[in-house]
Every structure is written in C-alpha cells, then in structure tokens.
C-alpha cells in the first residue's frame, strides 16, 4: 500500500494531502476516488485511510484506526562531516533505515564539500526530503530532523549530553563495543563522524575535552558513509534486547 507523509497538523477534522504529496498521489500514481493508501507523520503515528475526492492540487482523505510507534531507544543522534559527491544523501537514507533521531551535517577542517552559510537552509532542505523518500520507502513512521550544516567550532559546544561517541583513529580508542557495554543503556547516544582523512589533531582534542569517548571501529580504515553505517549498526544491534 502506498505510503504518504500527512502533516501532524492535518490530523484532526479534515485530513488533507497537499503539495507534492498531493501530486505524487494524483498525477504519478493516479489513485482514485476509494483507493486506500497508509499516511504517516513522522512521529511515530500511522493510519490507512481512504481516498475521498482527488483534485489538481488536495487529496481529501478519511483516516482510519491510528496506530502509534513508540520512539526507539536509545535516540541515536548522527553527527556527519560531509563528505564528498553525492554521498551524504546515501548516509541521511541509511541511517533514517537505521532509525536514528535526527542528522547533523558538520563541516570541519578537512571537508572537502564546503557549504556556505546562505545554503545551509537549501542543503538541509534537499536532505530532509531524502530522509522523508527513505521513510516512505522502508515503511519507517519516525522523521529524522536533518539539521542544517554548522561548523564543527560552531557545533560542539552545544552538542547535548548522553553517551557521546567519536569514531576515531586516534591512539588509545576503545573498541566502540566495550565502550556500549561499559554501563546501562544511554537515553541519547550521539555519534560523530569525521570526513575522509578525519578529524584533525586539534579537532579530535576538543572533542575529547567536550566528553566524547574515542571508539575504533576495527583494525581496516573504514570509508565515512561505511563508519557511520557501521556505528548506528552496532548500537542498534548492542540495546535491541534491552
């Protein structure tokens, strides 16, 4: 059944697709008067609802029972330095399968993809809408918010609590499972991975000095997208029985 994004809004009274939802539904998959599709909003709440009028621009919809998904735990948080090509869309739709929280872009010292300020908004916008194709696709009714890129200085001072990992290359990394079972389960984990090249010196010491624990991921140096990947794995993987 084809999935649709409603916003959360449009839940009560007269639930309604518009925009290119709308369009999806009336000119590419040209459904019909009584078709029924499932809509979802991103917070964990889903439906199957049936198609009462189709127009250019509104599909008017009837919701049915409404199930309601509880967050995952732990909230995972992707901290992603950007990486080159079109790579970073790869890694916002792996790891909304993956279902993390939410996604921040960082630009750092040795990212080659440099995203100015006034297109912050735009990037994060194209993100946003890869992180919502992924959801519609893998049947994932939580939304990940793809923040807009920021700057590793900018970012790290405001970075949140919880359990904080740094894939790392530096000496002396733990191995990221002895990190996961060195205490109970974190409410928040955020993950930070560096680009190709990863962090500098100066960049993994102000990491450290900001609480996060330097994990390695294996003995073969890994690509940004395969380290992010390979994290959100092993930490969903380490708490799903929890």
Do not use: N
Not at 13 to 29: C, F, M, N, P, R
Not at 163 to 169: D, E, F, M, R
Not at 180 to 203: C, I, K, Q
């Amino acid at each position: 059944m084809a999935r649709f994004f409603l916003a959360p809004e449009c839940w009560g009274g007269a639930a309604v697709l518009t925009g290119d939802e709308a369009k999806h539904a009336a000119q590419v998959l040209r459904l019909r008067r009584g078709d029924r599709i499932t809509v979802f909003d991103g917070g964990g709440r889903s439906a199957s609802a049936e198609i009462l009028d189709v127009s250019k621009s509104e599909v008017r919809l009837s919701i049915g029972d409404v199930v309601q998904r509880p967050p995952l735990r732990p909230r995972i948080h992707l901290v992603q330095a950007v990486p080159k090509g079109k790579t970073m869309d790869l890694i916002v739709q792996k790891a909304v399968e993956l279902g993390v929280a939410s996604i921040q872009p960082l630009i750092t010292r040795r990212t080659v993809v440099q995203v100015e300020a006034d297109d912050a908004d735009r990037k994060s916008s194209k993100w946003q809408r890869v992180a919502l194709e992924a959801c519609k696709q893998c049947g994932q009714d939580l939304l990940p918010v793809v923040e807009p890129a920021r700057s590793f200085a900018d970012w790290l001072p405001h970075c949140g609590g919880g359990l904080k990992v740094i894939a790392s290359l530096f000496p002396g990394a733990r191995p990221l499972r002895d990190i996961l079972r060195s205490g109970e389960m974190p409410e928040d984990v955020t993950l930070l991975v560096g680009p190709e090249g990863d962090f500098t010196a100066e960049e993994g010491e102000s990491a450290l000095a900001a609480g996060f624990q330097p994990a390695s991921l294996g003995e073969i140096i890994l690509r940004a997208e395969t380290a992010a990947f390979f994290g959100i794995s092993a930490l969903r993987y380490e708490f799903s029985a929890a």
